[in-house]
């Protein structure tokens, strides 16, 4: 590259440059936006996530309590579990700067092809965060919890202390991880729209799939079959619908090539016409004229 074309290429880097750090600025203003408007809510915030405990305690529940070990313990958790549903709220906003900032960059067809993903990546972490909530907490803290035992003459009662920072983390880790999880459509599908992957790839790799999928329950999940089960199927099912959307995109590419292509071939027999068409009153011409 030359000295020039160095030089050229300074003006636009520059402004890009200058595009991401305002973008950045935008996330991290929605971002400290939420952060202080949700802190005053961190109460409701807390009950909201101890509720699956709540219910697991069933008729004991008033025979325990959340513990913190340090006094700043229940602080630094209050800050956690605020940024964290920070995260959550303010995330629309950060995605929009995101792709305010890709899409010039972009065709209008290619804006038009992200746009489905832009939609599917909340509603499909939404799904993944419900199927925790409402689905595995429940079965799990009642199988954990289930290992309490009264005491007698001659043994000691297990009870359950538990820590609100590790109870609080262990949610929201579950919650992420599950949200993350349900992002496995779009993340495959993205592959198959860059030319990365096809179909056939992840059909002749589906039973290695599935086998990567229990694995992952069984580290991401507490170790019940419910709990594992609940997070393995639902993913065979996303990873089925990622083959059928990587068929899709290829299939879309294969009819959009096979229209450039026709469209190629016309406009050249068009030009091929016009020649002929310029080149017969010419040949006339000198007919008449050698006459």
Not at 206 to 212: E, F, K, P, T
Request: aromatic letters at 12%.
């Amino acid at each position: 590259m030359s000295e020039d074309e160095i030089e050229a290429t300074k003006a636009p880097l520059l402004d890009h440059l200058i595009e991401l750090r305002r973008r950045l600025m935008w996330s991290v203003a929605a971002l400290f936006i939420c952060f202080l408007v949700i802190y005053p809510f961190n109460s409701e915030i807390y009950s909201l996530l101890t509720r699956p405990l709540a219910l697991a305690y069933g008729n004991s529940l008033s025979h325990h309590e959340m513990q913190f070990t340090s006094p700043q313990e229940a602080f630094f958790t209050y800050l956690k579990l605020t940024f964290w549903a920070s995260v959550i709220v303010s995330f629309p906003i950060i995605a929009t700067q995101i792709w305010m900032f890709v899409a010039p960059g972009l065709y209008k067809n290619e804006r038009k092809a992200f746009l489905p993903y832009l939609i599917a990546t909340p509603v499909l972490f939404l799904l993944g965060a419900g199927l925790v909530y409402f689905v595995i907490l429940p079965f799990a803290l009642k199988f954990f919890i289930s290992f309490e035992t009264a005491g007698g003459p001659h043994n000691l009662a297990i009870v359950a202390i538990i820590k609100i920072d590790q109870y609080l983390s262990l949610v929201m880790t579950l919650i992420f991880g599950f949200g993350f999880a349900f992002q496995l459509p779009v993340l495959l599908s993205l592959l198959a729209r860059a030319g990365l992957i096809t179909s056939d790839q992840l059909k002749s790799k589906r039973r290695y799939a599935i086998v990567g999928i229990f694995a992952l329950a069984a580290v991401v999940t507490p170790p019940d079959p419910i709990s594992q089960c609940s997070l393995a199927f639902p993913l065979i099912g996303l990873y089925e619908a990622s083959i059928w959307s990587a068929r899709r995109i290829e299939r879309q590419r294969a009819e959009r090539e096979a229209a450039e292509g026709e469209s190629g071939n016309a406009n050249a027999n068009a030009n091929d016409s016009q020649g002929d068409d310029q080149s017969g009153p010419a040949s006339d011409d000198g007919g008449n004229d050698s006459a």
